[in-house]
């Protein structure tokens, strides 16, 4: 396997992290070899399936591993309960049991209903995470946040339940449409504002080979953002402390997600929430607006919006907010930047401060 491995230090639940390109046909080599689980079962949506399935059960029945697939519909309105009943009604009736597995192979929806059914069935089997968007690459499929969507939220029934192994095959973004692959660099930009500046740095060197798929670059990119995450996540699981910090953008950005009726890619209002983020800081006194500018041009000039659209309802969004899932006893909590680079939270900010990046 590559040289480009990491490892999520949790100790006896650590699991490595492969990145590279083209990992996807030499998959079933390597699981053969970790002895996770006696058979599998591949999950991915019908539209996944069509581009990587052949080659994921090629590899996995090269090397001598059972396994079967099993597909849903492609999208977030198959994150539900409904869909992780009939999916693990349908491990029960092929006959998975507790030593069985499976294998995520899709962007975070996938994974995140994956990784809850895995969480669940019998009370707990192992799985595998095969991510192939950029969002999922470098985020969602890292650090074992699992769950799904009920009408009342977002994510508002899961579990924390890591894998046994992520394999990041970094040529199928090749296949990942542009607006999708941008959602991504979202969540990029924000691993270099909260935690590294040599790394921002690096994105706004690259941007056009970024935006060309350059693998090279593109493979230190990935590598750069599991490194941070695969960190922040070894420090504090559970999202007591450190963990918030991987927040920032998502207090207003979840909220404009919301009241666009998640019409907005998750990663786009990300791109909103963080620059709104950077102009709280710049009110509060936290952040020069010369580097809360310099942000927001980056965010820009790699084509994500910085902007709430014009005709969306503030008085909505707001709401929203008011009932973010990471506010604590009723305090919405915002994280940060103090300097591209670092962050703080805090819930000390006032209503004319938050009216004020709304209205704008
Ligand atoms: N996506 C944020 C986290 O995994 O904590």
Same mark, same amino acid.
């Given at each position: 396997m590559s040289d480009h491995n990491l490892t999520v230090g949790l100790g006896e639940r650590s699991y490595p992290i492969f990145i590279e390109d083209g990992i996807m046909e030499n998959i079933g080599e390597d699981l053969a070899k970790r002895n996770?689980?006696? #058979?599998?079962?591949?999950?991915?949506?019908?539209?996944? =399936?069509?581009?990587?399935?052949?080659?994921?059960?090629?590899?996995?029945?090269?090397?001598?591993?059972?396994? /079967?697939?099993?597909?849903?519909?492609?999208?977030? @309105?198959?994150?539900?309960?409904?869909?992780?009943? &009939?999916?693990?009604?349908?491990? !029960?009736?092929?006959?998975? &049991?507790?030593?069985?597995?499976?294998?995520?192979?899709g962007g975070g929806v996938t994974g995140d209903l994956t990784g809850f059914i895995a969480a669940t069935y019998m009370r707990g089997i192992p799985f595998v995470q095969i991510p192939t968007t950029l969002l999922s690459q470098v985020d969602s499929s890292v650090g074992g946040k699992t769950g799904v969507d009920i009408p009342e939220g977002k994510n508002l029934v899961g579990a924390f339940y890591q894998p046994k192994a992520v394999y990041i095959d970094t040529a199928v973004l090749t296949s990942l449409p542009a607006e999708e692959f941008l959602g991504g660099v979202a969540e990029v930009i924000k691993y270099g504002v909260i935690r590294d500046f040599e790394f921002y740095c690096f994105l /706004?060197?690259?941007?056009?080979?970024?935006? @060309?798929?350059?693998?090279?670059?593109?493979?230190?990119?990935?590598?750069?953002?599991?490194?941070?995450?695969?960190?922040?996540?070894? *420090? &504090?699981?559970?999202? =007591?402390?450190?963990? #918030?910090?991987?927040?920032?953008? $998502?207090?207003?950005? $979840?909220?404009? *997600?919301?009241?666009? &009726?998640?019409?907005?890619? $998750?990663? $786009?209002?990300? =791109?909103?929430?963080?620059?709104?983020?950077?102009?709280?800081?710049?009110?509060?006194?936290?952040?020069? #607006?010369?580097?809360?500018?310099?942000?927001? +041009?980056?965010?820009? +000039?790699?084509?994500?919006?910085?902007?709430?659209? /014009?005709?969306?309802? #503030?008085?909505?969004?707001? !709401?929203?907010?008011?009932?973010?899932k990471k506010s604590v006893a009723g305090s919405v909590f915002y994280v940060l930047p103090t300097t591209i680079g670092k962050v703080i939270i805090t819930? /000390?900010?006032? *209503? *004319?401060?938050?009216?004020?990046v709304l209205q704008r």
């Amino acid at each position: 396997m590559s040289d480009h491995n990491l490892t999520v230090g949790l100790g006896e639940r650590s699991y490595p992290i492969f990145i590279e390109d083209g990992i996807m046909e030499n998959i079933g080599e390597d699981l053969a070899k970790r002895n996770i689980a006696s #058979r599998y079962v591949v999950l991915s949506d019908d539209y996944v =399936a069509k581009l990587y399935g052949s080659t994921l059960m090629a590899t996995l029945e090269h090397a001598g591993i059972k396994a /079967e697939m099993l597909t849903f519909s492609r999208g977030e @309105a198959s994150k539900n309960l409904q869909v992780f009943a &009939d999916l693990s009604r349908k491990l !029960a009736q092929l006959g998975l &049991d507790r030593t069985s597995g499976l294998i995520a192979l899709g962007g975070g929806v996938t994974g995140d209903l994956t990784g809850f059914i895995a969480a669940t069935y019998m009370r707990g089997i192992p799985f595998v995470q095969i991510p192939t968007t950029l969002l999922s690459q470098v985020d969602s499929s890292v650090g074992g946040k699992t769950g799904v969507d009920i009408p009342e939220g977002k994510n508002l029934v899961g579990a924390f339940y890591q894998p046994k192994a992520v394999y990041i095959d970094t040529a199928v973004l090749t296949s990942l449409p542009a607006e999708e692959f941008l959602g991504g660099v979202a969540e990029v930009i924000k691993y270099g504002v909260i935690r590294d500046f040599e790394f921002y740095c690096f994105l /706004e060197k690259n941007l056009d080979s970024i935006l @060309a798929l350059h693998p090279a670059i593109i493979q230190e990119m990935i590598q750069t953002c599991c490194k941070i995450k695969a960190e922040v996540v070894a *420090e &504090d699981e559970r999202e =007591a402390g450190l963990r #918030r910090i991987l927040n920032f953008g $998502h207090t207003i950005g $979840h909220a404009v *997600e919301a009241a666009s &009726d998640f019409s907005l890619i $998750h990663g $786009h209002a990300v =791109a909103i929430g963080m620059v709104a983020a950077l102009r709280l800081a710049v009110s509060s006194g936290l952040c020069k #607006r010369k580097e809360a500018g310099r942000v927001a +041009t980056l965010i820009h +000039t790699f084509g994500l919006p910085t902007e709430i659209p /014009e005709g969306m309802d #503030r008085e909505r969004i707001k !709401a929203y907010i008011k009932t973010d899932k990471k506010s604590v006893a009723g305090s919405v909590f915002y994280v940060l930047p103090t300097t591209i680079g670092k962050v703080i939270i805090t819930n /000390e900010l006032t *209503e *004319e401060q938050i009216d004020a990046v709304l209205q704008r």
